[in-house]
């Protein structure tokens, strides 16, 4: 079966400093990527997309993520992290067509100003 | 644009009893999607409506059901409710009409405590 895996589970940064989250996911074939973000009490938020084209993709609020078909990975990045960073990211994948999304186990971002 | 609308946000129900669960998606998006989020077990896909027909079902028991009306809300039902059923449940909307999947919009939640 289909499966994400998110390698880190929780990341303490400090304002200014370099983010990149790991995610792998086990399909082969065809697949459409997403990294979601919930802030603290808000709802789940796309951050970014990839369904196809160029595997380097960027999102909302200056994050990015790249696709390696190669390494099944899927990572997020960001440079500079501030503190309104702070929330949980959710790596996932469509999974069997349609609208079913895998999600990873998430990462908790936590930025200490 | 509204986004997509999760009533109600908190229940408290008590174990045996059965609960409903409502969503209203974006307008114009015809699948809404159904998500369980606890602290041990994550984000894990329930079931997936599209034009009122069920396109997608997760790995629930029986006790899980849902359904979608013809102005694309969706409700989700769990009978005799068990205390490892307290969790977020979230929706999700989107237009549905990508077989590889489109955007999923995200509903608040609602956060349902069995006791």
């Known amino acids: 079966a289909q499966s994400v895996s998110q390698h880190n589970h929780h990341v303490i940064l400090s304002e200014a400093a370099s983010l990149e989250l790991g995610c792998n996911y086990s399909?082969?074939?065809?697949?459409?990527l997403f990294w979601y973000v919930q802030y603290p009490g808000q709802h789940l938020q796309l951050l970014l997309k990839y369904f196809s084209g160029d595997p380097l993709v960027k999102g909302i609020k200056g994050f990015e993520a790249e696709f390696i078909k190669s390494k099944f990975s899927f990572n997020l990045r960001k440079p500079s992290v501030q503190w309104s960073d702070t929330a949980e990211y959710f790596c996932?994948?469509?999974?069997?067509?349609?609208?079913?999304?895998?999600f990873g186990a998430g990462t908790r971002l936590a930025v200490h100003p | 644009k509204a986004g997509v609308t999760q009533t109600p946000r908190y229940l408290i129900k008590t174990r045996g009893q059965q609960v409903t669960l409502s969503c209203s998606p974006i307008?114009?998006?015809?699948?809404v999607s159904w998500y369980q989020q606890t602290p041990g077990q994550g984000l894990q896909f329930l079931f997936e409506y599209f034009s009122e027909t069920q396109r997608n079902k997760g790995n629930f028991p029986g006790r899980f059901s849902g359904r979608q009306f013809s102005n694309s809300r969706s409700e989700m039902n769990v009978s005799t409710l068990e205390l490892g059923d307290s969790a977020l449940y979230l929706c999700?909307?989107?237009?549905?009409?990508?077989?590889?999947?489109?955007?999923?919009?995200f509903g608040q939640g609602t956060r349902l405590t069995v006791v």
């Open positions: 399909y082969g074939g065809t697949v459409n």
């Open positions: 307008s114009g998006h015809r699948s």
């Open positions: 999700a909307s989107s237009t549905g009409t990508d077989s590889w999947g489109t955007e999923a919009f």
């Open positions: 996932a994948v469509i999974s069997g067509g349609y609208n079913k999304l895998i």
